[in-house]
């Protein structure tokens, strides 16, 4: 089959070619790969890998949609079942497990960071990771849910849900995750405060419905905030930025708010500002991914039209350096997609 492998570090490290056809443990399908989305944590993948416990070559991508071609005996799968893959290889035994919270899972896989990822003609997975695939739903479309719309759910609806009187700050806006929870908070009829450097990318979070956009190259956000709210602060912070960003988002944050990360794609050390966390009461929550019962529900979401997931750009398999190059300059509004039938 033809995927994408990561032999070594950094870009020259990538190989287009041919790899060998996935030989399926027991309990696993095989899927033929229709779509597959790009996500932040391929180009890590690439680049460091740091903290993730895997060996190369790796096949690369964690998104991903399409058909089943093999499944195992007894199955309730079928080949030519369309599905969407729920990229995390979950255990099912252990306490996260079998209280229904599979992103704790104590002994989880996940395609494309530690086995065998999207990025190729088939894939192997246990098949309680492929979810039915709505037919109101394309194939491009459906591998942009896994990783970065599932993120975008758990973090808006998890622990502390975005209510409808809320309002919401979205730190740059224009990526896949941030873009999604916007489509997400203006759906319930909250209030959405976004950020970029662009002017272009806070144009266009407008026409997607945000209320105020903010350019955080020329204007002290937490201040503009504060103008924005009346003194109040936002109710919700969503920072996938990380160390550039922190400051302003805890100080964007009213009494008791809660700030929601899942990313630090400008640094990981921020000043963790104690004093204003204890003070005024603040809530910190890490998030990624979400559980299979999120899943289901986003999904539903999507397939009545709900959501609409965001997509850039379609590119061939082939063409994978040019959609990271894109990725890497942080240019991409919404998602970049591999539709493989191209």
């Known amino acids: 089959m033809k995927a994408v492998v990561l032999e070594q570090r950094g870009k020259q490290g990538l190989r287009i070619g041919d790899a060998a056809d996935p030989s399926p443990a027991p309990g696993e399908a095989v899927m033929k790969v229709k779509a597959a989305a790009i996500n932040r944590v391929d180009l890590y993948m690439r680049d460091s890998g740091a903290g993730i416990s895997h ?6 991508g964690v998104d991903g949609a399409g058909e089943i071609v093999e499944a195992p005996k007894g199955s309730v799968l079928k080949p030519g079942d369309e599905v969407i893959l729920y990229p995390m290889a979950y255990c099912g035994m252990c306490r996260a497990c079998r209280a229904g919270d599979q992103p704790n899972c104590a002994r989880f896989n996940i395609a494309g960071e530690t086995r065998n990822g999207t990025f190729a003609e088939f894939i192997a997975m246990p098949e309680r990771c492929f979810l039915p695939k709505p037919a109101e739903i394309s194939f491009p479309a459906a591998a942009t849910l ?8 758990r973090m808006m609806f998890g622990k502390a849900p975005l209510m409808p009187s809320e309002t919401v700050l979205i730190a740059g806006v224009g990526g896949g995750v941030s873009s999604a929870c916007l489509q997400m908070a203006k759906m319930i009829g909250a209030s959405a405060i976004v950020t970029s450097s662009s002017a272009d990318k806070l144009q266009w979070a407008a026409g997607l419905g945000a209320d105020a956009g903010i350019d955080y190259t020329s204007e002290k956000v937490a201040r503009r905030v504060m103008e924005i709210t009346g003194g109040a602060g936002v109710d919700m912070v969503i920072d996938n930025v990380g160390e550039a960003s922190w400051g302003d988002s805890l100080r964007s944050l009213r009494r008791g708010g809660r700030l929601i990360t899942c990313g630090a794609t400008t640094g990981a050390h921020p000043s963790a500002d104690i004093q204003r966390l204890f003070a005024r009461q603040l809530a910190v929550y890490g998030s990624t991914m979400g559980n299979l019962e ?14 609409t997931p965001l997509i850039e750009k379609a590119y061939a398999l082939n063409e994978i350096e ?4 894109r990725m890497e300059k942080g240019a991409q509004r919404g998602k970049l997609v591999i539709d493989l039938t191209l």
């Open 55 to 60: 060996e190369l070559p790796i096949i690369l």
């Open 294 to 307: 999120e899943f289901r529900q986003l999904i539903d979401v999507t397939a009545r039209g709900r959501i």
């Open 146 to 153: 896994p990783v970065a719309y599932l993120t975008a759910w």
């Open 322 to 325: 040019q959609a990271f190059e």
